[in-house]
């Protein structure tokens, strides 16, 4: 008897859960209410099976369980019962199934007008290239990817000079003007996936995917990788913008064609100076960095990072966050540098500082920290230099204190809580891992064993750019 | 019948008796010793995976509490999880140990076909097992790259374990397919071969006809794994480019070129998806002889139960890419795919509609064995019905790589064959054994079992409709999700603690009853199969006397009208002892 009531409460707590439950898709934000239809379909028919079939197991339980004098009845087959039931499940099956592949149909053949956007996966963050005034998205080569040319464009080819290349910001799309994003990887197999556009599709080294969709609700969405890529695959965060036609204008103006990234003119050192004499009140005549004005080492630093950096005070991605006392400091500070050849000329003069490993400030076991690091690896470098692969800034070396107290204010949603910056949303969880500040102090502590290797690194460094240089 | 006439393939087999301690329990060629040997070890090795879910769900319900949980450990544990489970417990199990220990007992046969290859099956998958568990004692663990092994992710850096783990995995995965083999080669030949006079294929358990039928899947499906591992071992170290095109990893472009992941995909799926059935159809034969024996009913419907499970054993090979949907195949794929897919759930139903059927009208036993059938039935619907979903193509586009996915593999391949093997082991303990297992232990563990799996996943599936992704160490902050969401997680979390704690009942039930458990007798279900009227319980080495039984009639003569008895075993000549002579 305890069986049939349970199997009862089964079915009932199951149907209680889904009407009470208030989990159940996020609000669509595209055309493919088609999906969200097949879904409903599917749901209702298995639905209801799921209730017969549980409330003649609750009768034959309760009916037939055993009694005296009870026998059960011989009945090898019925073949009409048989057939009944195979044909209505047929029934049931089509009737989910027509449905669906209609709506696949729909899914699988891109609507003429759908205008061509190319989504660029690697590990972990998301880039994306629109063709230019040309219509015509110019041919890449896996084998042409570089840290100069990230998406590799070939340079050759007229089509690709007028390509708009987003790399690791946001995406922004006109609202109601369908989308073909093509799909393509550098590296691992990622997904595409904007849980409110429904829509999704595995990028995958080697080809081009695809997949079309409408944006049908401005607002800004996140991206998320649905395909595992690595241990940073949770990290793996973009961000769509859905804008109404004239914002979208307006941010398609402010955005940079591969002929303008790949000119663009080298900054020059001695014009930076004049401009670094700002910086220098802070952060050190070198660049070496000063503790008591919370300023850290900028010496040495790779350029993109800085370029980055500055662009994410400048876009209030940073030092926006009520508690970042020092970021808000630099924030405003940023705006010194008015347009991007000032930028350019200030980060040749840092380039050309002299690059002297910081003093140790931290105290930590280096040992224990050397296991908490393991975690760093992937994307920093086993030996703390960075890498622009991953995007990840150089660590050795670097103001220890300055270090410390960013993981802090990581781990702490301090920095790298702003929606867009996806980058720092990526060190945010990767900073979770440290539980108190006695790891984050051992974590630097190591950081800080890696100064000495870190001088050979730069050595190398050296001479393969001078192998790249001559090959070029 | 000329079929009763005929002189059975191993009436006069005499059969290699043991001489050592080492020849009767390790190197054993008795089927009943190799199935027993199989079932410790995937269930040892099973114990090691459920740990490893434990340590998952502790992550996932209480993020950033436990130092020893970093996402490489994290992608580590769902590797080792999902393949011990599916591979080295489920399909071991099911096949080495239950298809070992029942395909010559049902059959009426003094052992298997190639007891001497029995053997070595065995062994060389207990070192497939060690080759697997070695990957935790290797430089940089085991792999992380998903039970799946997906490249190129699978063999670069990135992932855990890319240089020594992911070796470990794949040369066990080939180890354990040589091992799978030589059993699979085994039990096809003794169903064909070695049946007794009378055991017609028509007059099989159910249990065989599923063992059968996986057994062909296994043999024809493994092959494409085997041929995938040693690829990609290759891929791995001498760099050649099966699965690997251009790549550039983490900034740095490598020498691979040509290669396509897809490749591998559709090889791993053409293994990967009979390997649902190869665990299922065991698991629907096994269960159905449970159901039919305490539900002291015939089975209903027997023979479109036995059409079903080889209609779907072939349809099973033309399903595999409805795993792959948004893989960037050719999208047209997605229409053949899935209509082959719902089609396989025709079948399927009629399945769960003769075991519900067989119910009706029955004098259903609550027995152990009973309960946990039961609860295999509802589990199976649930886990069916959301496989409908996934199947139907566009349904599953925004529902892939969610917790929806993980929910509905676990109800239908992960608990549901798991509840079925509970049930099983209640079941013939008492044949294995000659003892009773404790009732008592065995209600508790099955309560708990089987409403803890249930509160486990029926609400996960709804974490997947919220779009939560799969394989995610941490959500952290989603646009999607609130704190209900880890609510969610924190509940599931716990109920899954405490049907891993409650395991312990399971095994302590094993040991105790072993020793301080009733004595059962030969046939304590009032069964009809031929394992329950061997002459010795435990079945000695060659199972029978000097002559074979003959089997008069099917499995599932319970209830007969007019009969003695409320059941007739298959090997009772008409008039016998327990049908009387009301019927002939």
């Known amino acids: ?472 | 019948m000329a079929v009763e006439a005929q002189i059975p393939y191993q009436e006069a087999l005499d059969v290699h008796h043991p001489h050592s301690w080492l020849t009767r329990y390790w190197f054993s060629q008795d089927h009943k010793v190799i199935a027993i040997q199989y079932g410790i070890t995937a269930i040892g090795v099973g114990l090691v995976a459920l740990v490893l879910s434990g340590m998952m769900r502790l992550q996932l319900g209480f993020p950033d509490s436990f130092d020893f949980i970093d996402p490489e450990a994290y992608y580590q544990f769902i590797t080792m999880h999902g393949m011990i489970m599916v591979i080295y417990l489920l399909t071991a199990l099911l096949l080495g140990g239950f298809g070992n220990y029942l395909v010559p007992l049902m059959c009426g046969a003094r052992d298997m076909v190639f007891p001497f290859v029995n053997m070595i099956s065995y062994h060389v998958y207990f070192a497939s097992v060690l080759i697997l568990l070695a990957s935790y004692f290797v430089p940089g663990g085991p792999t992380g790259a998903g039970w799946t092994l997906y490249p190129p992710q699978a063999i670069l850096t990135g992932t855990p374990g890319v240089d020594w783990g992911i070796l470990t995995m794949l040369v066990s995965l080939a180890v354990f397919i040589v091992a799978f083999t030589m059993g699979g080669l085994n039990y096809v030949t003794t169903i064909l071969q070695a049946r007794t006079r009378g055991m017609s294929l028509m007059r099989m358990p159910l249990s065989i006809w599923g063992i059968f039928m996986a057994t062909v899947l296994g043999l024809l499906a493994f092959p494409a794994l085997f041929v995938s591992a040693v690829m990609m071992i290759l891929d791995k170290t001498i760099g050649t480019s099966f699965f690997m095109p251009a790549i550039s990893s983490l900034g740095e472009q490598l020498d691979y070129s040509g290669g396509s992941p897809l490749l591998f995909q559709h090889l791993f799926w053409f293994f990967g998806h009979p390997e649902v059935y190869i665990v299922a159809l065991p698991a629907f034969g096994i269960v159905s002889d449970l159901i039919s024996t305490h539900a002291r009913k015939n089975i209903f419907g027997y023979r479109m139960m036995v059409w079903a499970i080889v209609a779907i054993g072939v349809l099973s090979f033309i399903v595999w890419a409805h795993h792959m949907y948004v893989s960037g195949m050719h999208p047209y794929f997605g229409f053949f795919f899935a209509t082959t897919t719902l089609i396989i759930a025709v079948p399927t139903a009629i399945k769960v509609y003769n075991w519900t059927l067989t119910l009706l009208r029955a004098n259903i036993h609550m027995t152990v064995p009973m309960l946990f059938s039961i609860a295999f039935v509802i589990t199976f619907v649930v886990g069916g019905l959301t496989g409908l979903f996934l199947g139907n193509v566009i349904v599953d586009v925004p529902l892939s790589d969610t917790y929806f996915v993980v929910a509905h593999f676990h109800m239908v391949m992960g608990v549901s064959p798991i509840l079925v093997i509970f049930g099983a082991i209640y079941h013939w303990y008492p044949k294995m054994t000659g003892k009773m297992l404790d009732d008592r232990i065995g209600q508790v563990h099955f309560w708990i079992t089987f409403l803890g799996t249930y509160a486990i996943y029926y609400p996960m599936h709804y974490l997947g409709f919220v779009g939560v992704p799969r394989r995610y160490f941490a959500n952290g902050e989603m646009a999607i999700i609130d704190e209900s969401v880890l609510l969610l997680n924190q509940g599931i979390t716990i109920a899954a603690l405490i049907v891993g704690v409650a395991q312990i009942l399971f095994i302590w039930n094993l040991i105790y009853s072993y020793y301080r458990g009733r004595d059962s007798g030969p046939n304590p279900w009032k069964a009809t199969t031929l394992e329950w009227q061997t002459p010795e319980t435990p079945p000695r080495h060659g199972n029978w006397e000097s002559t074979l039984p003959t089997v008069h009639r099917w499995a599932y003569d319970y209830s007969v009208p007019g009969a003695k008895d409320d059941f007739i075993p298959q090997s009772e000549p008409p008039g016998g002892e327990h049908e009387g002579s009301a019927r002939t």
């Open chain 1, 1 to 472: 008897m305890i069986v049939a009531i349970m199997l009862f409460i089964i079915v009932i707590g199951s149907l209680v859960f889904n009407f009470l439950s208030p989990w159940w898709f996020t609000e669509i934000a595209s055309n493919w209410g088609g999906i969200d239809f097949a879904v409903f379909v599917t749901f209702w028919i298995c639905g209801v099976a799921f209730v017969l079939i549980g409330l003649f197991m609750v009768y034959t339980t309760w009916k037939y369980r055993r009694r005296e004098g009870q026998t059960a009845v011989y009945e090898p087959e019925n073949k009409r019962l048989e057939w009944i039931l195979t044909i209505l499940t047929t029934i049931g099956v089509v009737g989910m199934l027509a449905p669906g592949l209609l709506v696949w149909d729909d899914y699988v053949n891109v609507p003429p007008q759908a205008r061509e956007v190319e989504i660029v996966g690697q590990q972990w963050s998301w880039s994306y290239r629109l063709p230019g005034e040309d219509g015509i998205l110019g041919t890449v080569d896996a084998k042409l990817i570089s840290v100069d040319n990230p998406f590799g464009l070939d340079p050759e080819d007229p089509d690709g000079q007028d390509d708009i290349l987003i790399e690791r910001e946001a995406l922004h799309l006109p609202i109601d003007r369908p989308v073909k994003a093509l799909l393509r990887s550098k590296d691992v197999l990622h997904d595409f996936y904007v849980p409110q556009f429904r829509a999704k599709m595995d990028l995958v080294p080697g080809m081009i995917t695809y997949m079309w969709f409408t944006p049908t609700r401005v607002g800004t969405y996140e991206v998320l990788c649905a395909e595992l890529c690595g241990i940073g695959h949770h990290t793996m965060r973009g961000t769509v913008v859905v804008d109404t036609q004239e914002d979208y204008d307006t941010w398609l103006d402010g955005q940079q064609t591969y002929a303008q990234i790949s000119t663009r003119p080298q900054g020059d050192p001695i014009a930076g100076q004049a401009t670094y004499a700002v910086c220098a009140a802070c952060h050190g005549p070198a660049g070496e960095g000063l503790v008591a004005l919370n300023a850290p080492k900028l010496s040495g630093q790779d350029e993109w990072y800085l370029r980055h950096q500055i662009l994410a005070y400048k876009q209030g991605l940073r030092g926006v966050h009520e508690e970042d006392t020092y970021g808000k400091e630099m924030a405003p500070m940023v705006a010194t540098l008015f347009d991007a050849a000032t930028t350019e000329n200030v980060i040749a003069y840092i380039r050309s500082l002299p690059d002297d490993p910081a003093p140790v400030t931290i105290d930590g076991n280096a040992d224990r920290g050397a296991n908490l690091y393991s975690g760093c690896t992937v994307c920093h470098g086993s030996d703390g230099g960075g890498s622009h692969g991953t995007f990840a800034p150089r660590l050795a070396g670097m103001t220890d204190w300055y270090l410390a107290r960013q993981l802090q204010n990581f781990r702490a949603g301090i920095r790298g809580s702003h929606p867009m910056d996806n980058l720092g949303k990526q060190m945010g969880l990767m900073s979770k891992q440290l539980g108190d500040d006695d790891a984050i102090n051992d974590v630097v502590a190591y950081i800080n064993t890696m100064s000495t290797r870190m001088t050979q690194t730069a050595m190398r460094q050296t001479i393969d750019d001078r192998g790249e240089t001559d090959g070029g």
